[in-house]
Nanobody
Framework: EVQLQASGGGLVQAGGSLRLSCAASGFTFDAYSIGWFRQAPGKEREGVSCITGSDDSTYYAGSVKGRFTIYTNNAKNIVYLQMNSLKPEDTAVYYC?????????????????WGKGTLVTVSS
């Protein structure tokens, strides 16, 4: 059974930093994409950042580019999201997700497995 366990959320002041982690287990896919999505209150879930399995390219939403960094451990079974210069509008539940094809990345419909979210709250 595929499991994605996200952690690292919390309350932080604007301008602060957090690092989210997502531990992936229970599968033997070779080239999968893995990434982060978020859903703010009253809004749809959106892609934040991801790494494609096909070529290890990284992608970022325009709103987080330059502030967030995605990376994995060598085994690529833990994906991190380093979030710096956080803003109140980054407040959301953050989810990690996995696409077994390796080509999907940023669209909710691309992803095959989802973890439970972790809440990030940025105070002004």
């Amino acid at each position: 059974e595929v499991q994605l366990q996200a952690s690292g959320g919390g309350l932080v002041q604007a301008g602060g930093s957090l690092r989210l982690s997502c531990a992936a287990s229970g599968f033997t896919f070779d080239a999968y994409s893995i990434g982060w999505f978020r859903q703010a209150p009253g809004k749809e879930r959106e892609g934040v950042s991801c790494i494609t399995g096909s070529d290890d390219s990284t992608y970022y939403a325009g709103s987080v580019k330059g502030r967030f960094t995605i990376y994995t451990n060598n085994a690529k079974n833990i994906v991190y999201l380093q979030m710096n210069s956080l803003k109140p509008e980054d407040t959301a539940v953050y989810y990690c997700a996995l696409d077994v094809s390796g080509y999907g990345c940023f669209e909710n419909s691309d992803m095959d497995y989802w973890g439970k979210g972790t809440l990030v709250t940025v105070s002004s």
